[in-house]
């Protein structure tokens, strides 16, 4: 993200007049625009929150990880290729079986969406880019979203 901020800046000095020996201040202020690229992104920490989330499997844990990891800058895609299917399932020590059924464990639980090779990760709960991409891609139709029950113990 690129933003734009005008700083001002001033410059103050003291003078002897030659002819007179009165010192001379002067002031001089200048306004100037610099271009700063700012790139924003947030992160979460699934390890923490696993129980808030209801994630109960270590793999699944894992898999959640590995998955923002990967993801898209300002899209949160995750393409799942055979090679990256392979590369997960050896980081992992998870069979295809086992990461399909995480995948959609994760589906379920509305941390992801999507089908087969493409998903795209809740932008609610995790995002890497800039915040204007962020919020018009929760307002889009067929936003994700996350739903949190909470029940008292008994």
């Known amino acids: 993200m690129i933003e734009t901020k005008r700083l001002k ?11 007179t020996g009165e010192l ?18 947030f992160m979460t920490y699934f390890e923490q929150l696993a ?3 209801e994630l109960t499997s270590a793999k699944e ?6 998955l923002c990891g990967i993801a898209e800058f300002n899209t949160g895609r995750v393409f799942l290729t055979a090679e990256r299917r392979k590369e997960l ?5 998870m069979s295809k079986n086992y990461i399909s ?6 589906a379920d639980k509305k941390l992801i ?3 087969r090779n493409d998903y795209v990760i809740n932008p609610i709960v995790f995002w890497k880019g800039n915040n204007k991409t962020r919020n018009e891609m929760i307002k889009a139709k067929g936003k994700l979203q996350i739903n949190i029950e909470f029940t008292p113990n008994d």
């Open 51 to 53: 129980g808030f989330f």
């Open 61 to 66: 844990i894992l898999l959640m990880v590995k």
């Open 101 to 106: 059924v995480c995948l959609k464990s994760l």
């Open 9 to 19: 800046s001033e410059l103050t000095q003291t003078t002897i007049d030659v002819e």
């Open 24 to 41: 001379i201040t002067t002031t001089q202020s200048k306004t100037f625009s610099v271009k700063i690229n700012q790139d924003e992104f």
């Open 89 to 93: 399932m050896e980081q992992l020590n």
């Open 113 to 115: 969406k999507g089908s």
